[in-house]
Nanobody
Framework: QVQLVESGGGLVQAGGSLRLSCAAS????????MGWYRQAPGKQRELVAA???????NYADSVKGRFTISRDNAKNTVYLQMNSLKPEDTAVYYC??????????????WGQGTQVAVSS
């Protein structure tokens, strides 16, 4: 059973910083395209930042220059450093990854989500 477990959310004042972590656990062959999405109340889930299959990164325009995605492949962990937080960044943040099994099959997994709240 593969699990993605997020941590690091919380309440912070506008202008503050938070660092989210997402660790993958379980039995799998490889894990790729790890990234972060968020969903605010009444809104659709949206991409925040993610690694691409080519090794690059994608960021939502709204977070460029403020958020940084990074990873530790040895730990199967992806991070999201969030600086200069704004109230509009308030959302549940979800980790996502494509997981390949030794059978050659692959599927996407989601974490349970971690709440980020930014007060004005």
């Amino acid at each position: 059973q593969v699990q993605l477990v997020e941590s690091g959310g919380g309440l912070v004042q506008a202008g503050g910083s938070l660092r989210l972590s997402c660790a993958a656990s379980g039995s799998f062959f490889s894990i790729n395209n790890m990234g972060w999405y968020r969903q605010a109340p009444g809104k659709q889930r949206e991409l925040v930042a993610a690694f691409t299959s080519g090794g690059g990164t994608n960021y939502a325009d709204s977070v460029k220059g403020r958020f940084t995605i990074s990873r530790d492949n040895a730990k199967n962990t992806v991070y999201l450093q969030m600086n200069s937080l704004k109230p509009e960044d308030t959302a549940v943040y979800y980790c996502n990854a494509d997981v390949w099994m030794s059978s050659g099959r692959a599927r996407g997994y989601w974490g349970q989500g971690t709440q980020v709240a930014v007060s004005s």
